[in-house]
Structures are given as C-alpha cells and as structure tokens.
Nanobody, 124 residues
Framework: QVELVESGGGLVQAGGSLRLSCAAS????????VGWFRQAPGKERAFVAS????????YYEDSVKDRFTISRDNAKDTVYLHMNNLKPEDTAIYYC?????????????????WGRGTQVTVSS
C-alpha cells in the first residue's frame, strides 16, 4: 500500500499560482498512475489531472487543461500539480490518489490509495 501526503495548498488571489506536491511512501509508487482530484463544498469529488508511471502520458479535465500541469519525479517519489491563472471556482480540497490502472480513468473508485487533501482557496 502507498501512503500519500499532499502539501502546497493555501490562499491565493485570482490569477495567481500554486504548486501542490504529493509525496509518497512505498516501493511501488513509481509504477503507479497518480491522479489529482478536488472536492468543493457540497459537490462530489471530481477528476483534475493524472499522470502515468513514466510521466510521459498526462490527462486533464477540460477546465484546467491550459492552466494546470501535472508532473512527477520518481526519484523523489513525488507528483506535482502546477496551477496557474487560478480562478475562484478552483477553490476546493485537492487530493492525490494512486492506482495500478494503466489506462486513462477519471473515476475516483479506480484509485486505491488516497491522501488526506490540501485546501486551495482562490479569492476574487
């Protein structure tokens, strides 16, 4: 089992940037697909972005495609989410999650390991 810990959240003004980190413990992390999800108050957890084990394949939800970048450093067992041009609607708790599934999936149920989340708040 992989343990995941998110960090890097905070309060930022609209148009600003943040970089979230997802640090993992566990020998199998580098072989897993990692995704970022977010959950706003009163809403279901939603897919944001994912990256395959090698980092060569990434996938984004449409509303973040031109603003967010997911990357990973397997030597550091860490996945990053670079968020630019943040909008108030990006406000949510952001979670990272890992799965052995190798095809693209946006279903939270396909991810077996989850962090506790980090709060991102974007003020207008």
């Amino acid at each position: 089992q992989v343990e995941l810990v998110e960090s890097g959240g905070g309060l930022v003004q609209a148009g600003g940037s943040l970089r979230l980190s997802c640090a993992a413990s566990g020998r199998t992390f580098s072989s897993k697909t990692v995704g970022w999800f977010r959950q706003a108050p009163g809403k279901e957890r939603a897919f944001v972005a994912s990256i395959n084990w090698s980092g060569l394949s990434t996938y984004y939800e449409d509303s973040v495609k031109d603003r967010f970048t997911i990357s990973r450093d397997n030597a550091k067992d860490t996945v990053y989410l670079h968020m630019n041009n943040l909008k108030p609607e990006d406000t949510a708790i952001y979670y990272c999650a890992a799965t052995y599934i190798t095809w693209r999936t946006t279903n939270p149920g396909d991810f077996t390991s989850w962090g506790r989340g980090t709060q991102v708040t974007v003020s207008s």
